[in-house]
């Protein structure tokens, strides 16, 4: 990489990296010759990169006599700026010598997944496929799904509803009520629910189960965070609906003498952009189906 830093006469003054190299070294060395051992060069060879470099910046950047080479005002400008184009021509050659052997997999998640096993599958990949670059996107499945099919993610690790043909199954779980331990449940007055927002699947189900129940309810919470739904939660706010297996701590699930409906199943799935996925979208696909059979479930 030469870097442009000057124009003389029309003409383009650039400075060549071989030339920052040898004056570099100098500097750091203090002599001619010292230089040229390090770098392999002749004396005379290190002298005329170092004279061809001061042409270029129209400036002189050493002061040398019989005894010793001291940097100049310039000559110490010139270290500074010389460091940080070797570093970033470095950066450039490191970059481009490595990218054509790299691919990327955009994987989008749910934050239950993100929070709880996904780390371990994530390592499992990365053991097994080193030179693989991942974009994370965490939301909620429903839309991650769509992101899917726009083109713009490579894999959903998602839930869907029973009945829904999106993905490969990993398995099925009930979903449950969760409150603290102190929560309780009047059935008589409205059920205070704290939910992520819109197009929320777990939010569509608890509205559904109570819908269908008769009970009367509103939302007195909403974040798109698990996090703040659970400090929602934990402060007294209402309840929330989650995977049984997913149950944030501190928050524990509401017995069924609670007066609550029942919630149903969700499913978690792996679902591809393509039909018939191959290279690091494949080996990923495998190792989330493979850690279900394990016993190590990603939820």
């Known amino acids: 990489m030469i870097i442009v830093i000057g124009i003389d006469d029309d003409r383009l003054t650039m400075l060549d990296p071989v030339l920052l190299t040898t004056f570099v070294t100098v500097a750091h060395a203090g002599s001619f010759s010292e230089a040229g051992r390090r770098l392999g060069l002749s004396q005379s060879t290190v002298s005329e990169q170092v004279r061809r470099l001061e042409r270029l910046a129209s400036r002189r950047l050493f002061v040398r006599d019989t005894h010793s080479v001291v940097l100049t005002a310039d000559g110490d400008a010139m270290v500074s700026f010389a460091r940080t184009i070797l570093n970033v021509n470095e950066h450039a050659r490191r970059y481009f ?33 080193p030179d693989v670059d991942l974009e994370l996107t965490v939301g909620l499945s429903n839309s991650l799904f769509d992101r899917l099919e726009a083109g713009e993610l490579d894999l959903v690790l998602g839930k869907r509803r029973p009945g829904d043909e999106r993905g490969q199954l990993i398995r099925r779980e009930k979903m449950v009520w969760i409150g603290t331990e102190s929560t309780v449940v009047r059935p008589a007055e409205p059920i205070p629910l704290v939910m992520y927002p819109q197009p929320s699947m777990s939010r569509a189900m608890a509205i559904e189960a109570l819908d269908k129940a008769g009970l009367a309810w509103r939302i007195v919470c909403s974040c798109d965070g698990l996090m703040g739904l659970r400090a929602a939660a934990l402060g007294g706010y209402g309840l929330m609906v989650q995977p049984q297996s997913m149950i944030p701590v501190g928050l524990t699930e509401l017995p069924p003498p609670s007066g609550l409906p029942e919630l149903g199943d969700v499913e978690f799935v792996v679902a591809a952009a393509s039909r018939h996925p191959c290279g690091a979208v494949a080996e990923l696909t495998a190792i989330l189906l493979q850690s279900n059979e394990e016993g190590r479930r990603v939820s």
């Open 97 to 129: 010598a490595g990218s054509a052997e790299r691919q990327r997999v955009r994987l989008g998640a749910s934050e239950n997944f993100v929070r709880s096993r996904l780390p371990r599958v994530l390592h499992d990949f990365l053991t097994q496929s």
